[in-house]
Nanobody, 123 residues
Framework: VQLQASGGGLVQAGDSLKLSCVVS????????MGWFRQTPGKEREFVAVNSRTGGMRHYTDSVQGRFTVSRDHTKNTAYLQMNGLKPEDAAVYYC?????????????????WGQGTLVTVSS
């Protein structure tokens, strides 16, 4: 399975961005699709996940109500819609995939990672 993330960019606080993660070599509806982010000098942290069943969506507290995960099986793509962006959301965002549906907040659970896409938020 290979993942290709895109959609990052430079935005102002309060703006929106939609990140995409195209899946190849696998089916997005058979994978739990997670999103993580990382800033320099910090650990990669969990942001959100859409479980492989599609029925469970989890978010870290700081993005709850602002970010939404989704998937489109016709495009074999997962998405992270980010609204109301804040300067503290600035990071490199990674999509990740796993065939499991447990421990989805832990980065060690994920077998496959995209290359990352940079999100910059100006105040």
């Amino acid at each position: 399975v290979q993942l290709q993330a895109s959609g990052g960019g430079l935005v102002q606080a309060g703006d929106s961005l939609k990140l995409s993660c195209v899946v190849s070599g696998g089916r997005v509806n058979q994978l739990s699709m997670g999103w993580f982010r990382q800033t320099p000098g910090k650990e990669r942290e969990f942001v959100a996940v859409n479980s492989r069943t599609g029925g469970m969506r989890h978010y870290t507290d700081s993005v709850q109500g602002r970010f939404t995960v989704s998937r489109d099986h016709t495009k074999n793509t997962a998405y992270l819609q980010m609204n109301g962006l804040k300067p503290e959301d600035a990071a490199v965002y990674y999509c990740a995939a796993t065939t499991t549906w447990s421990r989805l907040r832990e980065k060690s659970t994920y077998n496959y990672w995209g290359q990352g896409t940079l999100v910059t938020v100006s105040s």
